[in-house]
């Protein structure tokens, strides 16, 4: 596509729920990276694919959180059992290597 | 451990003025450096990217600098107007086993008043 795809752009789940964040990345980027951004807040690191590497999830808060990449492209970042303390905008952003990261518009998740 | 940190965390200007937003790092080996501008509510939009050679790059009103002996760099904004309202984040380029990898800074808000 023209750029990163981000869905749902809201979303609003209760407190225990699981919830699912989608991004599809500009078509032949091989890298791929989730951010949260909380309210004031800066941009949080949370896991890292380049092509067929393991990878790196060294930002993940807890177990809780998990993502995948299906066939190097699209990524679905998992939240399990959500709190409070989720809510916040999570970004996605994808880059060919070496050149520069183009973000999606985030999904604001909102756990009440 | 690799990092990057910006200063000041916020600052207010009024229309017409300049100012000059910090980032310092400490990632190594560097690849390059960028500066992403993020409106409310938006993802953030490249600037300007620099690498290791590169001491100033400009971009409109928007002008970087980088000293990689000193591992700063400054981001400039000539006679701010009220849209460049946003924040700033400076992003370091860092490679690894032939892989690149971003780290980034909290970033600058900056508002603009009229």
């Known amino acids: 596509g023209a750029g990163v795809s981000q869905s749902p752009s809201n979303k609003v789940t209760e407190k225990g729920k699981d919830v699912e964040l989608r991004c599809d990345p500009i078509s032949g980027h091989t890298a791929l990276y989730w951010y949260r951004q909380s309210l004031g807040q800066g941009l949080e690191f949370l896991i890292y694919f380049q092509g067929n590497s393991a990878p790196d999830k060294s930002g993940l808060p807890s177990d809780r959180f998990s993502a995948e990449r299906t066939g190097g492209s699209v990524s679905t970042l998992t939240i399990q059992r959500t709190q409070q303390e989720d809510s916040a905008v999570y970004l996605c952003?994808?880059?060919?290597?070496?050149?520069?990261?183009?973000f999606g518009q985030g999904t604001r998740l909102t756990v009440v | 451990k690799n990092q990057v940190e910006q200063s000041p965390q916020s600052l207010i200007i009024l229309e017409g003025k300049n100012c000059t937003l910090q980032c310092n790092y400490t990632v190594s080996p560097f690849s390059n450096l960028r500066w992403y501008k993020q409106d409310t509510g938006r993802g953030p939009v490249s600037l300007t990217i620099?690498?290791?050679?590169?001491n100033t790059k400009s971009n409109g009103r928007y002008t970087a600098t980088l000293d990689a002996d000193t591992k700063q760099s400054s981001l400039h904004i000539t006679a701010s107007q009220l849209s460049d309202s946003a924040s700033y984040i400076c992003v370091v380029s860092n490679i690894g086993g032939g892989t690149y990898k971003y780290i980034f800074g909290t970033g600058t808000r900056l508002k603009v008043l009229a």
């Open positions: 952003a994808s880059s060919l290597n070496r050149g520069i990261a183009f």
């Open positions: 620099m690498t290791f050679s590169e």
